[in-house]
């Protein structure tokens, strides 16, 4: 039961009449006419005249020894009485110089009263131990007694004290009842309840102790526990809260209204006592305002209280966090009674408290699907593997299968359920179901090797058929993306294959999918079957993909040499308004070309010229007018059209094609002079290509046809293919190491072309073999080599393969954040690629490494690029809204970021939860705290295995807590993110600064 320590009340009152109480001393007889006149004057209270009286006396000689000693003593008394600073040194050395007097018995008495009225106890308290008690009358003893009493009362020396006390408290001496309130005070200290009730009782009726005597009386009932008697007692009086004494009795008043369970009465009486004294609170009474609140369904209120009670780590707190989850509870504040029934669990003062705790926590978890960081499936867990005998096991065991199926940090709960070694049949479905869906979250982040090894763990158990049929199509996908053909294709097959499948989404799009595998290995027979399955499914409602397969059949067709079908397909794409009508034009001019209708092929191709001029493909499109012009033998349009590329596009591969056939025209026109200008220049900008070979052999006939062979050998004698046997032997290193590339012995490969640009750097085949090489190292992992490769057919002239290898260096570097590097690499991509894909690439590469550098506004244009590419996925799509939305925010664009980051929050994986965050942080930088709060726990329900945002998320949430005004809930989430985040990066340390922060402000908790 409580106990309050009572202030010592009234003890200055009740000093008074002690000071003022001193008992005049026996007056002794005189001896001559002097000592009448000092002891008339002294009984006068004339001290003053006395001691010159007493001074005489004590100086005459002719006096007895004793009468002279009785002088000295009064003469001492008389400076005590005037308060003469030498009062006290009078009487010791009157002590010290007559230690044989019969009076040395007054003097310690007299001396200790003195001492005692100057509140130096310690000192009396000596002096009055030399008294003789025998030698005192009555009144002296009474007197004695009590300042004794006093003075071992101030000494702490309570036992002797009371035992002084007592023995005057019954008289009828003025000392009586200031004795009975000390004694009443030390049986109250020390417990003794009766006697302390017994004199208090005594002294009510008595003036000076009738206001003091009441609230004694009214603690010791509350310490037995007589809340009735408090009651008929404090009540009459609780209305004085002008003093100390009676905001305490309002204390009293309310804890025995809480005590008898009456919490209504108690409420306004404990509340009124917290306001008149907040400083005196203490846990208890916190606890005891809510749980008043609490019993009487004012849930509000009982949180402010409660959350004051919980500071420390006992039961107090334990019992507060359990009432305090429940107050939350009641007023629908359901993410708040999640934590708040965790941290009981988690204390153990109450085991069967913790464990009620822990499946209420449980059961909120799965109610509404947040738990931050598995911790309801970590502990319910842990409750299995520490309590397996439990009565509750079952209960356990079904709730741990609940929260793995709704929770949605997979990452974790993988973790957890992969120690469970008995899976029930709930369990395997559970697990079949996380492992699947981790796999999503993995495949959206692009991570395809971890994916396929999920989904593959998820097939372990058939619990779920679709789950089961969506994992086979999702591993087809992710090996589709590791361009792994075959077995993207056989996982396809699978899915197709399997009972059911016919009723999946992904079912429509296996032929599709097939089509494009074959493609990829130019297998176009096979490809071509699948695309027109595809587009002739009725059920294909996509334009886009039906588009796209048209294209892909049409090309299939083309590389087959069906040219009258391929030129129907590509028709048909256009009718569907494809994506790159430019595309289509330039194939299908080809296609009318290679069938001969070379007029056809032309209109084609100036469809492209006359309606896209800033196509990728313009380049392309004049080249291929010069060749079916060159073919009808119009010889001037067609240089017409080879010198557009020619001074164009000179960094296309188109250009150097260009300048060999403008050189081969005029040499056949016997316009020699021209031929050999156009070749050398061809030869000096494109050394080491393949048509600047070419270009050697036509000039060697040329002049040969002019005779001027030494001429030839002069200027051929600069270039290595000049050099016969040297030609000879690249050629052979390169097929011998090219033979083992097409066999697919890639570690021979390698060895093989690196021998081969070791001895040829620039040699014919340098730029070929370098793409090789690192082709095979890319997929044997060593990127550090492949970069290695990738720069240098960067750094040789412009190959068939230099788009991609700026590619491959660009996807490297970025890998390896090197992101200025790689910005370069994809902003080369972009000037020189004619390819629609390439391109795109470039843009993304662009967009993610200017955000990478923090470069937002170039970011948020390159994004803008993507957006309007209708063939990007809807993964790419989202990324540029997320970076537009970002920039945005970034440079106070703020309609801008709203709009761009809402088209981005309901993506899954990295891109959606980074999106929830800075859209969080948008709604807070504009003060809709309850949006942001609102986007934050989305964030953390739907994305909780992004650990990294979720975390940031819950930073920014204590944030929001502080403007809401509740700082409370803000060291909460903080504490958990401390407690729980294992990331190493900027997070904790923001966490944890808020977080002091918060505990040195005066931030009000409401």
Aim: hydrophobic share 35%.
């Amino acid at each position: 039961m409580k106990r309050y320590s009572i202030l010592l009340f009234g003890l200055l009152t009740i000093m008074l009449p002690v000071s003022t109480m001193a008992q005049a001393t026996k007056v002794l007889q005189p001896t001559s006419l002097n000592r009448i006149m000092a002891d008339e004057l002294y009984s006068n209270e004339n001290f003053s005249a006395a001691r010159i009286q007493f001074d005489q006396i004590a100086n005459n000689k002719a006096l007895s020894p004793i009468e002279r000693d009785e002088a000295t003593l009064f003469a001492a008394l008389c400076g005590a009485k005037l308060q003469n600073a030498d009062a006290i040194s009078s009487l010791h050395e009157y002590i010290n110089t007559h230690s044989e007097s019969a009076s040395l018995n007054t003097a310690f008495f007299e001396l200790g009263r003195l001492q005692f009225n100057d509140n130096n106890y310690s000192e009396a308290l000596i002096s009055f131990e030399q008294v003789e008690l025998n030698s005192l009358n009555n009144d002296q003893l009474a007197e004695y007694y009590f300042k004794t009493g006093y003075c071992e009362f101030k000494a702490k020396k309570t036992d002797q004290a009371e035992s002084s006390f007592f023995q005057v408290k019954k008289g009828t001496s003025p000392w009586a009842m200031p004795a009975t309130y000390y004694y009443s005070h030390i049986a109250y200290i020390k417990g003794k309840y009766q006697e302390a009730e017994n004199g208090f009782n005594t002294l009510k009726n008595v003036p000076v102790y009738s206001t003091l005597a009441p609230y004694y009386l009214a603690q010791i009932y509350y310490q037995q526990g007589r809340y009735e008697d408090l009651l008929k007692l404090s009540v009459p009086l609780i209305n004085d809260n002008t003093s100390k004494a009676s905001v305490e009795m309002i204390r009293l008043t309310g804890n025995a209204y809480f005590n008898r369970e009456q919490y209504a009465d108690a409420i306004p009486l404990l509340e009124r006592f917290a306001e008149a004294n907040p400083s005196a609170l203490n846990r208890n009474d916190y606890y005891q305002l809510g749980y008043a609140c609490y019993k009487t369904a004012n849930y509000i209120k009982g949180i402010k209280w409660f959350q004051e009670v919980i500071r420390e780590q006992d039961s107090l707190s334990q019992n507060a966090w359990y009432h305090l989850a429940d107050c939350y509870l009641k007023t629908n504040q359901k993410k708040f009674a999640g934590e708040a029934f965790l941290a009981t669990s988690k204390m153990k003062f109450n085991k069967e408290l913790a464990e009620e705790a822990l499946f209420n926590y449980a059961r909120l978890s799965i109610e509404t699907n947040f738990s931050p960081y598995n911790e309801a499936i970590k502990a319910i867990r842990a409750y299995i593997s520490t309590n397996p005998t439990s009565n509750r096991i079952d209960e356990a065991n079904n709730l741990l299968a609940q929260l793995l199926l709704v929770t949605k940090n997979y990452k974790t709960a993988l973790e957890i359920i992969e120690t469970v070694k008995n899976k029930d049949e709930q369990l395997k479905d559970a697990y079949q179901k996380i492992a699947y869906y981790r796999g999503v979250e993995l495949y959206n982040d692009r991570d395809y090797r971890e994916a396929i090894a999920l989904f593959t763990k998820s097939r372990q158990y058939n619990n779920d058929r679709f789950v089961s049929l969506q994992s086979l199509y999702l591993t087809a996908e992710a090996y589709y993306q590791l361009n792994n053909w075959d077995k993207a294709a056989d996982y396809y097959e699978q899915f197709s294959a399997t009972k059911g499948a016919s009723q999946n989404p992904g079912f429509l799009y296996v032929n599709y999918n097939l089509g494009y595998c074959f493609y990829k290995q130019k297998q176009y027979s096979q490809a071509n079957a699948y695309f027109k399955r595809f587009v002739q499914d009725k059920r294909i409602k996509d334009n886009r993909s039906l588009s796209d397969a048209y294209v892909r059949s049409a090309d299939c067709s083309l590389m087959s040499k069906n040219f009258s079908e391929a030129i129907r397909s590509y028709d048909e794409a256009l009718q569907l308004r494809a994506a790159s009508p430019e595309y289509i034009y330039i194939q299908k001019a080809m296609a009318m070309g290679a069938r001969g209708d070379l007029k056809q092929k032309v209109q084609s191709l100036q469809q492209i010229i006359d309606r896209y001029p800033q196509s990728p493909y313009s380049d392309q499109a004049h080249y291929e007018i010069g060749n079916a012009y060159l073919l009808q033998k119009e010889d001037t349009k067609a240089l017409a059209a080879f010198n557009e590329v020619i001074t164009r596009y000179p960094k296309s591969p188109m250009a150097a094609k260009s300048m060999l056939k403008s050189g081969l025209i005029y040499y056949n026109n016997d316009q020699n002079n021209q031929a050999v200008e156009m070749l050398k220049l061809l030869v000096s900008k494109y050394n080491n290509t393949q048509e600047s070979r070419e270009a050697l052999a036509t000039l060697k006939n040329i002049y040969v046809d002019m005779n001027r062979v030494d001429d030839f050998v002069a200027y051929s004698s600069k270039f290595q293919q000049g050099n016969i046997s040297s030609t000879e032997q690249d050629s052979l290193l390169y097929v011998a190491a090219e033979s083992q590339y097409l066999k697919g012995n890639c570690a021979e490969a390698i060895r093989g072309f690196g021998s081969y640009l070791t001895q040829f750097p620039t040699g014919s085949f340098a730029a070929k073999a370098a793409w090789y090489k690192a082709d095979c190292e890319s997929k044997s992992g060593d990127s550090k080599s492949a970069l290695e490769d990738y720069e240098r057919i960067i750094s040789l002239p412009a190959s068939a393969n230099y788009d991609k290898a700026l590619a491959g260096a660009a996807a490297i570097t970025y890998q390896q954040k090197q992101y200025a590097t790689a910005l370069d690499y994809y902003t080369k991509l972009e000037g020189t690629t004619t390819d629609r894909t390439l391109r795109n690439d470039a843009y993304i590469g662009q967009m993610r490494c200017n955000y990478k550098l923090n470069n937002y506004g170039l970011a948020a244009q390159a994004a803008q690029r993507l957006g309007n590419n209708t063939e990007n996925s809807a993964t790419v799509v989202a990324e540029s809204n997320l970076i537009i939305g970002v920039a945005a925010l970034k440079l106070n664009n703020l309609p801008l970021a709203k709009r761009s980051l809402e088209k981005t929050v309901s993506n899954q994986g990295a891109i959606g939860a980074e999106a929830n965050y800075y859209l969080a942080l948008l709604n807070y930088n504009q003060q809709k705290y309850k949006e942001a709060e609102k986007t934050i726990l989305n964030l953390q329900t739907n994305y909780s295995s992004n650990d990294y945002w979720v975390a940031k998320g819950f930073v920014l949430l204590s944030d929001v807590y502080v403007q809401l005004g509740n700082a409370f809930q803000a060291k909460v989430t903080l504490q958990s993110v401390i407690e729980n985040y294992k990331g190493e990066d900027d997070v904790i340390p923001s966490a944890k600064e808020k977080l002091s922060q918060l505990d040195s402000s005066n931030t009000t908790t409401k």
